[in-house]
T-cell receptor, first 113, second 110 residues
Framework: NAGVTQTPKFRVLKTGQSMTLLCAQD?????MYWYRQDPGMGLRLIHY???????AKGEVPDGYNVSRLKKQNFLLGLESAAPSQTSVYFC????????????FGQGTRLTVV | TQLLEQSPQFLSIQEGENLTVYCNSS?????LQWYRQEPGEGPVLLVT???GGEVKKLKRLTFQFGDARKDSSLHITAAQPGDTGLYLC??????????WGAGTKLIIKP
């Protein structure tokens, strides 16, 4: 089972460049999330979606945009990358919000130089 | 801002020893989840505790939710090298969002 798949796995960007991270899930989950993980800070929610065509801001949304045009895909965009966005990005999905298991992708390690 | 504090941040012990890691908050959570994350991978759910005082066991791992649903602990008996990883707790708040702790990095030496 594929579960949650993220592409790419690694990327190096120059300051000011743009890119899109793709997340795909094959579990028919309604909820999808984008997190960033930085040393000593745990997982911080960037944006999330409660269903196809919906998006909402999380804890640290500035500098990022998202889209959920299809239920199985959740895209995270960086329009003008900054060094502060160097991080490991994780996509996750869950059947519902409430107390249910979140399934994570393997992560994308992004370095902005 | 709700916070979940995990302690210790780092723990390195010998195989066969016992250990406990803690997850504490001043906020009440509807439920609390424990995840384990290995290098280069995403977190994987170990257990969800829902009721205050609840204890769940997963082989050598024992999870407890505090009576007031503000804290939790994970106890590992006779730790093995395969237990090595980053242990994360996440509490579900009243808005159905998960609040994450920073994690405990555990290393079990053979």
């Amino acid at each position: 089972n594929a579960g949650v798949t993220q592409t790419p796995k690694f990327r190096v960007l120059k300051t000011g460049q743009s890119m899109t991270l793709l997340c795909a899930q094959d579990m028919n989950h309604e909820y999808m999330y984008w997190y960033r993980q930085d040393p000593g800070m745990g997982l911080r929610l960037i944006h999330y979606s409660v269903g196809e065509g919906t998006t909402a801001k999380g804890e640290v949304p500035d500098g990022y945009n998202v889209s959920r045009l299809k239920k199985q895909n959740f895209l995270l965009g960086l329009e003008s990358a900054a060094p502060s966005q160097t991080s490991v990005y994780f996509c996750a999905s869950s059947y519902t919000h409430r107390g249910t298991e979140a399934f994570f992708g393997q992560g994308t390690r992004l370095t902005v130089v | 801002t709700q916070l979940l504090e995990q302690s210790p941040q780092f723990l390195s012990i010998q195989e066969g020893e016992n250990l406990t890691v803690y997850c504490n908050s001043s906020s009440v959570f509807s439920s609390l989840q424990w995840y384990r994350q290995e290098p280069g991978e995403g977190p994987v759910l170990l257990v969800t505790v829902v009721t205050g005082g609840e204890v769940k066991k997963l082989k050598r791992l024992t999870f407890q939710f505090g009576d007031a649903r503000k804290d939790s602990s994970l106890h590992i008996t006779a730790a093995q090298p395969g237990d090595t990883g980053l242990y994360l707790c996440a509490g579900e708040d009243s808005n159905y969002q998960l609040i994450w702790g920073a994690g405990t990095k555990l290393i079990i030496k053979p």
